[in-house]
């Protein structure tokens, strides 16, 4: 089963920028969806924005026009690029695939947005 594994988090301003790698220790060609979700303290895990394998993406309102998934399967790699960061933003990110019977999740990695 394909690894995920997590990067780029880290401590920003409000109105900053962080992106996100989610590396797959495998192919991610015929993967057809993969997605970012992030889960802050006290609080569900909650979906932030999904590619399919042929790019097409859908996000979360609460981060549509800030934040823009991409994929690059030829380097099985998933991007998260984060822009004009708002503390509601501070939470651990994961990286999910529909894989497996559970789907496969990355170990997360933390982003903190200060005021």
């Known amino acids: 089963q394909v690894q995920l594994v997590e990067s780029g988090g880290g401590l920003v301003q409000a109105g900053g920028s962080l992106r996100l790698s989610c590396t797959a220790s495998g192919s991610i060609f015929g993967i057809n969806y993969m997605g970012w979700h992030r889960q802050a303290p006290g609080k569900q895990r909650e979906s932030v924005a999904g590619?399919?394998?042929?790019?097409?993406?859908n996000y979360a309102d609460s981060v549509k026009g800030r934040f823009t998934i991409s994929r690059d399967n030829a380097k099985n790699l998933v991007y998260l690029q984060m822009n004009s960061l708002k503390p509601e933003d501070t939470a651990v990110y994961y990286c999910y695939a529909p894989i497996g019977p559970f789907g496969s999740w990355g170990q997360g990695t933390q982003v903190t947005v200060s005021s």
């Open positions: 590619i399919t394998s042929g790019g097409s993406a």
